[in-house]
């Protein structure tokens, strides 16, 4: 049954939309804020929730031993208090298992325990809590916030996660927000977020390049805009490389020239550095930036940062250049670079960036509001409060397929293919009669399945008794606008179908992205060697499993004891072979043992069509 939707004449066209918000759920700091498109003023029509003072909301939480919880800028008044457990950077372990927490910077003084299904559990005074249950507290107080300063209760939310966040990531960060009761309207990628925010702002179309340099982390995405679609065409990052490795930097300049300093605890000293850092961004280049601290004047001249700084901007832009080559673009398709993050804060970064990509640099909206502001805005569009609409497509990091004979990984969905997206490749069985078939899905560049990651498995049960290669098998990837993949098997005679979402137990971090898609880059040639190997293994076995079973049926019966040791010599020199790791001699004797077996093919089709006609009369046959 449907239902017509009747609006309620007394409601004003205001309460009749839905309250719905965009989160930018940061590393450092998050943001909630709604969108109102039919404000005049552009300037208002973004409105930023406040936590205390600031909309800039601190992503940590403090559980004190009654268990008492606060979070955001309630939480970071408790730093120094004792009997209290600080958590904070949560979003670099959403979705990773404890073994891969040990290979990322998580630099907190927590105690970390590998809890059930190998997921890391945050010990606080004997309770645990999960990840997911972490972020889902930041959450949560982002929704109160909104809440409490509108009076009325939440609708929806578009949540941005980082473009290279894998399946598992996006699902945690889905449960955090099942848990803290929001409806999640959309997962939406960072870059495209920031996009989002200034493709409305102007009429600009070509491509793009979002430069995202946070405090922890450093991202960027290649994307392409035309006529209100969006496309992210490639991404690449460093999950070590933000605003803190410049405060590292800065503060071991400031203790080697400022002697003093080395009685300072570091955390003190990096302080020092920070607020000189933010505080030179509003100054002349002649001129230095300073601080007293206990009667000792402090003065950094902005050359000095500068020289100091390059090494680390010199990283950023070389990520840059590898992801413009990535997208396929030429350097001069790229019109504008969108920055974001409180690093692009640093006033050289945009000249910079002018100077080597030659092309406009956008950051006429603060930094800070830019990923939220565009968040907020696709909430907007999806909760229908807007007219408009605009299709948003962002690209797979790495490839995806399944494990085929011999250990192959055979892709179905390549790497930067703009989601969402869905695909089917047919495949069949390998022996006469076989009833099942596994299906791992694996993600990764490399050729062999074991140098891939492995997602999840599903096994296709019933499928009907045929000869090796007679069954087809649809294989369908389908992944969500949220990047959540699906895969289903169907043998098509009959209709019989598996299914699998997947949810595997444990995820890569963007590190283990950069390491897959720089190991396959180096072993590409490796690779296809390999490749042809185990082809040629698989077709050896499939002619060695097909020749058996014939001689096992009729060899005696239609072969002189000559013949059958030929061909049985043969079969052996092609089973030896096949242990050698050399394709081309497998080859070779995979094509003499056809040869020599050519003729008992022949004979084997006569004999069958023989006992075929046998006792029956023409008109049955024909
Ligand atoms: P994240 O995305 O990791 O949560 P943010 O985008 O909030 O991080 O950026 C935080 C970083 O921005 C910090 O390292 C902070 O020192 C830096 N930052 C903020 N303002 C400035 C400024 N004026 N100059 C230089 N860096 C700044
Ligand atoms: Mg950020």
């Known amino acids: 049954m449907s239902l017509l939707q009747i609006s309620d004449p007394s409601k004003t066209n205001d309460e009749l939309k839905k309250f719905v918000v965009g989160i930018d759920l940061g590393t450092t700091n998050s943001l909630v804020a709604t969108y109102y498109e039919d404000c005049d003023i552009f300037d208002d029509r973004l409105k930023v929730y406040k936590d205390n003072s600031s909309g800039l909301i601190p992503s940590v939480v403090s559980i004190d031993q009654s268990g008492n919880i606060m979070v955001g800028v309630e939480a970071v008044n408790n730093l120094d208090k004792t009997n209290t457990t600080y958590i904070s950077s949560i979003k670099r372990i959403m979705g990773l298992s404890y073994q891969d927490m040990k290979s990322i910077e998580f630099i907190n003084d927590l105690k970390i325990i590998n809890g059930k299904n190998n997921l890391p559990y945050i010990d606080v005074y004997n309770n645990r809590y999960s990840a997911v249950e972490i972020s889902s507290k ?51 990628n960072e870059p495209t977020a920031a996009a989002l925010a200034y493709g409305l702002e102007s009429e600009e179309t070509g491509s793009f390049i979002v430069y995202d340099f946070g405090g922890g982390t450093f991202d960027v995405s290649v994307l392409s805009l035309e006529k209100g679609l969006f496309k992210v065409l490639s991404t690449d990052g460093d999950t070590n490389l933000g605003g803190d490795d410049i405060d590292n930097i ?13 009685n300072y605890k570091f955390s003190k000293v990096k302080e020092i550095a920070k607020s000189l850092k933010e505080s030179i961004s509003s100054i002349n280049d002649d001129e230095c930036s300073s601080i007293t601290i206990d009667n000792h004047d402090i003065v950094l001249p902005k050359k000095i940062f500068h020289e100091l700084i390059n090494p680390i901007l010199d990283r950023t832009f070389n990520i840059v250049k590898n992801a413009i080559f990535e997208s396929k673009l030429a350097p001069a398709d790229i019109k504008n670079i969108i920055l974001v993050g409180g690093s692009t804060r640093i006033k050289c970064i945009k ?89 791992n899905v694996v993600q990764g560049e490399r050729e062999l399945v074991e140098d891939c990651n492995s997602l999840g498995e599903f096994i296709l049960k019933d499928i009907p008794s045929m000869v090796a290669g007679g069954p087809r098998i649809d294989v369908d990837f389908q992944i ?26 444990y995820g890569l971090t963007e590190a283990d992205i950069t390491r897959m898609i720089n190991e396959s880059n180096n072993s590409a040639e490796v690779d296809v060697q390999l490749r042809k190997l185990n082809e040629s293994i698989v077709e050896g076995k499939r002619v060695i499993y097909a020749l058996e079973q014939a001689l096992k049926s009729d060899g005696k019966e239609l072969l002189s004891k000559d013949e059958f040791n030929i061909i049985t ?24 043992l056809e040869k020599e077996s050519e003729f008992y093919v022949e004979r084997r089709m006569n004999n069958s069509i023989k006992s075929f006609i046998a006792g029956k009369g023409i008109d049955d046959i024909l």
């Open 480 to 505: 969500d606008a949220d990047g959540i993949l699906s895969v289903s098997a169907t043998e098509t005679t009959t209709g019989n179908s598996s299914f699998i979402e997947i949810k595997p137990s």
């Open 138 to 188: 930041i959450l949560s107080h982002l929704k109160k916030i909104a809440e409490s300063q509108e009076n009325k209760s939440l609708d929806g939310a578009v949540i941005t996660v980082p473009a290279y966040f894998n399946d598992v990531q996006r699902q945690a960060t889905k449960n955090a927000a099942k848990l803290s009761g929001i409806n999640v309207l959309r997962l939406l």
């Open 250 to 262: 800065l503060s071991y300049w400031l203790i080697d020239n400022f002697l003093f300093l080395k």
């Open 569 to 592: 010599d043969k079969l052996q020199s092609l089973k030896l072979s096949i242990t050698s790791e050399d394709s081309v001699l497998i080859e070779k004797n995979i094509n003499e």
């Open 351 to 439: 000249e910079l960036l002018t100077n080597k990509f030659k092309c406009n640099v956008l950051n006429d909206i603060d930094p800070d509001k830019v990923v939220a502001h565009g968040a907020a805005i696709q909430a907007s569009l999806l909760s229908g409060n807007n007219k408009e609409n605009i299709l948003l497509l962002d690209v797979l990091p790495l490839s995806l397929g399944i494990e085929t004979y011999g250990g192959l990984a055979e892709k179905i969905i390549t790497r930067n293919t703009p989601i969402p997206i869905k695909l089917r490749k047919t495949f069949t069985t390998f022996k006469d009669g076989q009833s099942k078939l596994l299906i």
